[in-house]
Each structure stands twice: as structure tokens, then as C-alpha cells.
């Protein structure tokens, strides 16, 4: 698969979710203090993820 989500853990112990693709970062969430809820950030994009609009600021 081209894309997936990684959770992570930072040094300050929080945390974090990061989504790839091919292998690069595309963004990282700011930081949980549980996994729990680390996972539910992730089910949250997927949800409301494809209704976000486009901004263009150009």
C-alpha cells in the first residue's frame, strides 16, 4: 500500500500520529497522551478526511 498512518511516540512520552505516503511524512498530529486516543485522531481523518474543502490561498 502507497499510504498508512504510523502512530509514534515522542521523547516527551505523548503520542503522535503520522500519515505517509510512498514513505514520506505527509503530516504528523499534534500529540495524545494515550494511544487510545492517538487512534481515534486517525479514525477522525479517515471520517471527516474526504468532506474537508480546498482552500486556495495562491
Same mark, same amino acid.
Given at each position: 500500500? *502507497?499510504? /498508512?498512518?504510523?502512530? &509514534?511516540?515522542?521523547?516527551?512520552?505523548?503520542?503522535?500520529?503520522?500519515?505517509?505516503?510512498? /514513505?514520506?511524512?505527509?503530516? &504528523? &498530529?499534534?500529540?495524545?497522551?494515550?494511544?487510545? /486516543? *492517538?487512534?481515534?485522531?486517525?479514525?477522525?481523518?479517515?471520517?471527516?478526511?474526504?468532506?474537508?474543502?480546498?482552500?486556495?490561498? /495562491?
Amino acid at each position: 500500500m *502507497a499510504h /498508512s498512518f504510523e502512530i &509514534t511516540k515522542d521523547k516527551a512520552g505523548e503520542f503522535r500520529v503520522r500519515f505517509k505516503y510512498n /514513505s514520506e511524512v505527509m503530516f &504528523t &498530529t499534534e500529540g495524545y497522551a494515550s494511544k487510545a /486516543s *492517538a487512534k481515534n485522531a486517525i479514525e477522525s481523518i479517515k471520517k471527516n478526511g474526504p468532506e474537508a474543502p480546498i482552500e486556495d490561498n /495562491s
